[in-house]
């Protein structure tokens, strides 16, 4: 059986030259909205990481964001374990015996 646990978008932030000196905070708060961060530039004010798809509009909705562009969106299907699983009660019969 298939499973969707997230609809989840690999992204690119860029923000806005004069917010500078907000790059520290901004990631800060990215992460808060459940991004998992890739990598930075702050002397280019570029986020890239990945997230959860209903919070894109969010973060578009910023002061300091110049753009977001989405690279990929799709559903992400996690194992059994994770914290972000949502189909815990088929984790027994996800286990394989042999």
């Known amino acids: 059986m ?3 646990d997230a609809e989840v978008s690999d ?3 860029v923000l806005k030259k004069e ?4 790059f520290n ?9 459940d991004m ?5 530039d702050a002397d280019n004010g570029v986020i890239e990481g990945t997230v959860p798809a209903d919070k894109l509009s ?13 690279d990929f ?3 992400a299907d ?3 374990g994770d914290p972000r699983n949502r189909d815990k009660d088929d984790d027994d019969s996800q286990v394989s015996v042999g």
């Open 58 to 70: 969010h973060i578009r909705a910023w002061p300091c964001v110049e753009y977001v562009r989405v």
């Open 2 to 4: 298939e499973h969707q």
């Open 19 to 22: 917010c500078a000196d907000k």
């Open 25 to 33: 905070a901004t990631v800060e708060q990215v992460k808060n909205l």
């Open 11 to 13: 992204i690119t932030i």
């Open 78 to 80: 996690y194992p059994p």
């Open 73 to 75: 969106t799709y559903i």
């Open 36 to 40: 998992t961060v890739e990598s930075t």
